[in-house]
C-alpha cells in the first residue's frame, strides 16, 4: 500500500483533498486554493495533487496547490490549531471538551481511528489501491489500442 498510497501524511493529505472536492458542487468561477506548508513531503503532495486534479475530480472544480511557511500562510496556522485540538480530545477522549475544540467542533467533521474499527480502514485502502491498479492498467490497454 506504501508503494501505491505513499506515507501516511500524503495519503491523508490525498484523502482530504479527494474529500473536499466530493462535497463540492460543480463550479466553474471560483478557484479552490490548498495550501501545504513547505516540508519534506512536497514532492509527494504535487504529485498526488497533480492525479486527483486530472483523473479524480469530479465536479471538475478549478483548483490550485499552493507552498508556503506558516508565518504567511495563515490557513497554515489555522490548521495547527485544529491539529494541535483534534490531537489533544483524541489522545484523552474521556476529559471535558477544551474551549477551542467547542468552538471548531460544529465546523468540522471527526473521524476516530483506533483499534476497534482500524481494519476496515486497511480494507478501504486496500480497495482504493486496487481500483486505482485496475484504473490503471485499464488505461494503459486503451492506450495500447490506440
Not at 476516530?112 to 485502502?125: F, I, R, T, W, Y
Request: glycine share 2%; proline share 6%.
Amino acid at each position: 500500500m506504501l508503494k501505491a498510497l505513499g506515507n501516511p501524511y500524503t495519503t491523508c493529505f490525498h484523502w482530504l483533498v479527494q474529500s473536499v472536492l466530493e462535497l463540492m458542487k460543480p463550479n466553474k468561477k471560483e478557484t479552490l486554493k490548498f495550501v501545504h506548508e513547505n516540508n519534506s513531503d512536497e514532492k509527494e503532495a504535487k504529485a498526488s495533487f497533480e492525479f486527483i486534479a486530472q483523473d479524480a475530480n469530479p465536479n471538475k472544480v478549478p483548483m490550485r496547490l499552493l507552498f508556503g511557511g506558516k508565518r504567511e500562510q495563515m490557513p497554515l496556522q489555522s490548521a495547527d490549531i485544529l491539529a494541535h485540538e483534534a490531537y489533544k480530545r483524541f489522545k484523552d477522549p474521556d476529559k471535558p471538551e477544551r474551549k477551542p475544540w467547542q468552538i471548531l467542533r460544529p465546523k468540522i467533521v471527526v473521524v476516530h481511528l483506533g483499534k476497534d474499527n482500524m481494519a476496515k480502514l486497511v480494507q478501504s485502502l486496500e480497495e482504493i489501491v486496487k481500483n486505482t491498479s485496475d484504473q490503471a492498467s485499464s488505461a494503459a490497454r486503451k492506450n495500447k489500442a490506440s
